[in-house]
């Protein structure tokens, strides 16, 4: 139980260091910080500070870490690499677009248009600018 009783900021500023260089692996980042893995958890279970500094650590240079290591990968030569950084990067132009098609028997068309039908008009347009800003001529923005 190394680092247990050891919850000094210096001990926990390495772990939190480690774990945005090692793109949020806590393994690594306990080996680092000369701490167990079980020690971590109890910290971060036990101090909400630090379970919020964790996560931060993580989510901020924890994720810019992974993604210079994937842009180095791609830029390796990886493909797979490349397709999933473009679709992140630029979802309009590189995500796989799909359409759906609905079939709609009789019934419930009629069931559709009844429903629409009992609707005021002010109803109706309230529903069409939640569906698609801009529609009734106005730009969407309040």
Known sequence: MRGRNDR????KALVLQALADTGGQVNRACEAASIGVSTFYDW????PHFAAAVQAAIDGPGTD???AEAIRRALA??????????K???PDRYRE???????LNDA????IQNALDKLSESQLRAIIAK????????SGAG
Do not use: C, M, W
């Not at 971060?44 to 101090?47: A, F, L, N, T």
């Not at 677009?97 to 079939?103: A, E, F, I, L, R």
């Open 108 to 111: 419930t068309a009629d069931q």
């Open 88 to 90: 992140a990067r630029v």
């Open 131 to 138: 569906r698609n800003p801009g529609a009734d001529g106005t």
């Open 8 to 11: 000094s900021p210096e001990k």
């Open 97 to 103: 677009k799909q359409q759906v098609y609905v079939s």
């Open 77 to 86: 030569g990886s493909d797979t690499l490349i397709i999933f950084l473009l």
């Open 65 to 67: 870490t992974l993604e």
């Open 44 to 47: 971060k279970h036990d101090e």
